[in-house]
T-cell receptor
Framework: GAVVSQHPSRVICKSGTSVKIECRSL??????MFWYRQFPKQSLMLMAT?????????EQGVEKDKFLINHASLTLSTLTVTSAHPEDSSFYIC???????????????FGQGTRLTVV | DAKTTQPNSMESNEEEPVHLPCNHS???????IHWYRQLPSQGPEYVIH???SNVNNRMASLAIAEDRKSSTLILHRATLRDAAVYYC????????????FGSGTQLTVLP
């Protein structure tokens, strides 16, 4: 089946530094990718929608200048957490869905997640 | 997006069937019913989806009520590896839109 690869799986950074997380669709093209954040014992919360060749769309309450998204190709989206603080520590997950007709290619595929710890 | 309601947690014994319920009373005619599961410290994994008819795949079965206002994910023989949070989500067919996650059901499988 289709695979979405996310890298790194775990990162520890110092407060004030920036961290980049990559999300790749390995065997399909994705004009749209999604970035979620998950705090311990909570569900996934959508942060932003990454659009190839155009600006990302951010959910209410998510700072676009802090969470920079770049969707440079049909198979790669990156999330950069800028000037990270301890409260940004979380599990970040990307997702992509191949577009398709009724009943075809409608399932979503998720990366394995990135555990970010800001110290 | 239409909302789904699931029990917070369920328990099952190993090698016994598990029925995970989901209510979606405000489902629209074009909404597919999707199930995903998330193991600890991993991204969600697709399980199954359907529109009106019951569906079977190698992982599970999906039973959809005739009025489509509820559905049940069936794991025929639970294993310890099936312990996860199971999410029931509604999604428009053919759409590349994001999935909106509820709180899901934490399934515990007892040996």
């Amino acid at each position: 089946g289709a695979v979405v690869s996310q890298h790194p799986s775990r990162v520890i950074c110092k407060s004030g530094t920036s961290v980049k997380i990559e999300c790749r669709s390995l065997d399909f093209q994705a004009t749209t990718m999604f970035w979620y954040r998950q705090f311990p014992k909570q569900s996934l919360m959508l942060m932003a929608t990454s659009n190839e060749g155009s600006k990302a769309t951010y959910e209410q309450g998510v700072e676009k200048d802090k969470f920079l998204i770049n969707h440079a190709s049909l198979t790669l989206s990156t999330l950069t957490v800028t000037s990270a603080h301890p409260e940004d520590s979380s599990f970040y997950i990307c997702s992509a869905r191949p577009s398709g007709g009724a009943g075809v290619g409608t399932e979503a595929f998720f990366g394995q997640g990135t555990r970010l710890t800001v110290v | 997006d239409a909302k789904t309601t699931q029990p917070n947690s369920m328990e099952s014994n190993e090698e016994e069937p598990v029925h995970l319920p989901c209510n979606h009373s405000t489902i629209s005619g074009t909404d597919y019913i999707h199930w995903y599961r998330q193991l600890p410290s991993q991204g969600p994994e697709y399980v199954i989806h359907g529109l009106t008819s019951n569906v079977n795949n190698r992982m599970a079965s999906l039973a959809i009520a005739e009025d489509r206002k509820s559905s049940t994910l069936i794991l025929h023989r639970a294993t310890l590896r099936d312990a996860a949070v199971y999410y029931c989500i509604l999604s428009v067919s053919g759409s590349a839109r994001q999935l909106t996650f509820g709180s899901g059901t934490q399934l515990t499988v007892l040996p």
